[in-house]
């Protein structure tokens, strides 16, 4: 491998690993906080993918589709968590599993109502269509180094607020003792409210970024899915500084299998992930 | 008294009767008969995924890896043009997942809870991949299984495989003796330390017992039944690809379980027919079943929580304390 194919599949690998952690960090900020594990997350990118290819259509406009699919999104999210997530905090896991498994069923069932079932596709915006030269040769399209920043910023914004505001002192609270939280007279319950919208809401909103640089097909959610579970193995399920590690790793190891091995590549994720479950059976982060 | 609860007497006593005579009522309809013998063959996959996780309590997403690699081993050691012997190739399947299991089961039983049921879903995509991508197994098409096996022991054939009433009852067959080896395994010595370290593994541990091996013996078990079930439904339909080892096999048995009644066993026969049949009625009546499939899945997870073989179990309970 050259240097110049190297640095566009490290740049590839990188915006890859970004764009999972903005989902990969929804699921673990539920986990972590709320205890529950929610399969049907990836449901959430899918139904954000298809908002911004249908605003799209209905508007021209992609930042406006961005702003309205993250609404609906994080009311989705509300609602679901009101009604449905909330009667599942004393259960055990494989209640979980099934009641979202139920949820992916519903959520893939109204994507073909709605939708129907060809593959759509969303144009790339106007202001961020260019290519920058890279290396003399290769030509590297901006939106995509756009997702990467937006990424970035995106994890910036989450640790503020996780390691610097009143919320995320909640949100650290909750996670470590829910009780003790209950008797300092917070609303508990709120807050879970308030962190499963918003951990949808980022599933949504990768979906948005990532529509126009892949195809939307159904089934999209799952594959997705499957995918951030190996991320948030390997980091630590409930550490969102482990999904970002593990986002990046995960994002690397998939890019440059499909270079170095491509017979292996989509096992290669999976293969890393048992070997370092194999090292440290709770993930790298774990807390 | 192997069947202790008078739910399970009746299920028993009705169903199989009434399956053993199906065939006679249904004799002109090849496709009922069919979809009949495939119920019967998920029972056996959803049965073994019960034990697993009503009775030892291991939360596994990715059963269905065995029941794909039934058929993919299948297809990997028989020989295409030439009929094998069902029944030693039963034991060579068993015996090479059970072998695959002991290893997977070695990795995976080191984790528990939610990080079990990851790695059992990182290790069945790992093997859905696998397949998906193999030029040698004929990618997502799979591959076809040309001649079925026949089934002679001693030289007296009783099944002839390619006679769709006579797979049917080696199927049912099948199902009777998986659900009386699980049940002749729970009363056993065995089945009750199973039963202690689901209640309570630590005490367990302080009775000094070793748990990882009895759990990974349950896996194991567990696993070769698995496969079990998808051999005979590679030879059913004459062909394995990797939709079977796909994480939704999995997770609609876990579904099927759950409906049929968690741990109850004989519940994983109720669960598989009533999925199965809402399956096929729904998706007759309209196209968009999934919604209605869905919706009571979470209907289900919501009040009907001990699954039918609880609630009918409530029922007879109540008329009896009258």
């Known amino acids: 491998m050259d240097s110049t194919l190297f640095i566009v599949q490290l740049i590839n690998g990188l915006q890859y690993g970004l764009l999972l952690f903005l989902i990969a960090s929804g699921l673990t900020l539920v986990f972590g906080v709320m205890g529950i594990l929610n399969l049907a997350h990836g449901?959430?990118?899918?139904?954000?993918?298809?908002?911004?290819?249908?605003?799209?259509?209905?508007?021209?406009?992609?930042?406006?589709?961005?702003?309205?699919?993250?609404?609906?999104?994080?009311l989705i999210g509300f609602i679901v968590e009101r009604t449905l997530i909330r009667q599942l905090y004393r259960r055990n896991h494989l209640d979980q599993v099934l009641l979202t498994i139920g949820m992916i069923f519903v959520f893939n069932a109204l994507q073909g109502l709605l939708w129907g079932n060809d593959p759509l596709g969303v144009d790339v915006p106007q202001a961020l269509s260019a290519s920058i030269p890279l290396a003399g040769i290769i030509e590297y399209p901006v939106y995509r180094i756009f997702v990467a920043v937006f990424c970035v910023v995106v994890a910036g914004v989450m640790y503020y607020v996780i390691s610097k505001t009143r919320l995320g002192m909640l949100i650290r609270a909750g996670e470590s003792n829910r009780e003790m939280v209950e008797c300092l007279g917070i609303d508990i319950s709120r807050l879970y409210t308030i962190v499963f919208a918003i951990g949808v809401m980022l599933s949504a909103v990768a979906g948005v970024v990532a529509a126009p640089i892949s195809s939307i097909v159904p089934g999209m959610g799952e594959h997705i899915l499957i995918t951030c579970f190996v991320v948030v193995v390997i980091g630590g399920m409930g550490s969102i500084k482990g999904a970002f590690i593990g986002a990046l790793m995960v994002g690397l190891v998939d890019t440059f299998a499909s270079v170095l091995v491509p017979e292996l590549s989509s096992m290669m994720i999976y293969i890393f992930m048992a070997f370092i479950l194999l090292l440290k059976p709770q993930g790298l982060f774990s807390s | 008294m192997l069947l202790n609860k008078r739910a399970e007497r009746l299920f028993v006593w009705i169903f199989f009767p009434l399956a053993l005579l199906m065939p006679m009522f249904l004799e002109q309809n090849e496709y009922y008969v069919n979809k009949?013998?495939?119920?019967?063959?998920?029972?056996?996959?959803?049965?073994s995924l019960d034990?697993?996780?009503?009775?030892?309590?291991?939360?596994?997403?990715?059963?269905?890896?065995?029941?794909?690699?039934?058929?993919?081993?299948?297809?990997?050691?028989?020989?295409?043009?030439?009929?094998?012997?069902?029944?030693?190739?039963?034991?060579?399947?068993?015996a090479i997942s059970a072998t695959v299991a002991f290893v997977i089961g070695f990795l995976v039983l080191r984790t528990n809870g939610i990080y079990m049921i990851m790695i059992t879903l990182a290790f069945a995509q790992m093997t859905f991949y696998y397949f998906s991508d193999s030029i040698d197994f004929g990618g997502t098409d799979g591959v076809f299984v040309y001649v079925k096996p026949e089934t002679s022991i001693f030289g007296l054939s009783l099944f002839d495989l390619d006679n769709p009433t006579h797979f049917y009852y080696l199927c049912l067959l099948s199902l009777f003796n998986t659900l009386l080896f699980f049940k002749v395994l729970i009363r056993s010595r065995f089945g009750r330390l199973v039963d202690a370290i689901h209640a309570n593994p630590g005490r367990t541990v302080a009775l000094g017992y070793n748990i990882f091996i009895y759990r990974l013996v349950s896996y194991v078990v567990a696993s070769a039944l698995g496969a079990y079930a998808g051999y005979l439904f590679t030879l059913q339909y004459g062909f394995v690809n990797p939709s079977m080892l796909s994480w939704t096999t999995s997770g609609t048995a876990l579904v099927m379980s759950i409906l049929g009644g968690m741990g109850s066993i004989y519940g994983a026969i109720l669960g598989t027919l009533v999925y199965e049949g809402l399956h096929y009625s729904l998706e007759h009546l309209t196209e968009h079943w999934l919604l209605f499939m869905g919706g009571l899945i979470i209907l289900m997870v919501m009040v009907f929580k001990k699954g039918i073989a609880g609630f009918l179990e409530d029922l007879l309970e109540k008329r009896d304390g009258k």
Do not use: D, R
């Open chain 1, 43 to 74: 449901s959430m990118f899918m139904v954000g993918a298809y908002l911004a290819w249908y605003f799209v259509q209905q508007t021209g406009s992609f930042a406006f589709s961005a702003v309205i699919s993250a609404v609906i999104a994080l």
């Open chain 2, 36 to 47: 009949l013998t495939t119920i019967m063959i998920l029972s056996i996959f959803v049965m």
């Open chain 2, 51 to 94: 034990y697993l996780v009503g009775k030892c309590g291991l939360i596994t997403l990715g059963h269905a890896m065995f029941y794909g690699l039934g058929g993919y081993i299948f297809v990997m050691i028989a020989p295409e043009y030439e009929a094998v012997n069902f029944w030693i190739y039963t034991f060579y399947i068993c």
